[in-house]
């Protein structure tokens, strides 16, 4: 079982960035593509971005976060990141990473976007 664990999360302004990582146990990590989500309060999970396994040469992004937010993944240190660039208040929200085939999921981090 793979068990992820993020962290990076916290208070920034608008405009501001942050760097969200999360880290997975187990020696296969490289096989398995990668998704990053986000729930805000009242609102349903959505898909942020996804990666694709081995060299994650192929990357997907919601509409919103399209330009502004990167996922990548370091196979060495079995981790996949978010970097988050001219955030919003309208992405706040608790982040999530999850292995998609095996449907593994880590805690989540809270993302908050405020003057």
């Known amino acids: 079982q793979v068990q992820l664990v993020e962290s990076g999360g916290g208070l920034v302004q608008p405009g501001g960035s942050l760097r969200l990582s999360c880290a997975a146990s187990?020696?296969?990590?490289?096989?398995?593509?990668m998704g990053w989500y986000r729930q805000a309060p009242g609102k349903q999970r959505e898909l942020v971005a996804t990666?694709?396994?081995?060299?994650?040469?192929?990357?997907n992004y919601a509409d919103s976060v399209k330009g502004r937010f990167t996922i990548s993944r370091d196979n060495a240190k079995n981790t996949v990141y978010l970097q988050m660039n001219s955030l919003k208040p309208e992405d706040t929200a608790v982040y999530y990473c999850?292995?998609?085939?095996?449907?593994?999921w880590g805690q989540g981090t809270q993302v908050t976007v405020s003057s």
């Open positions: 990666i694709s396994s081995g060299s994650g040469s192929i990357t």
């Open positions: 187990g020696s296969t990590f490289s096989i398995y593509t």
């Open positions: 999850r292995c998609i085939v095996r449907d593994y």
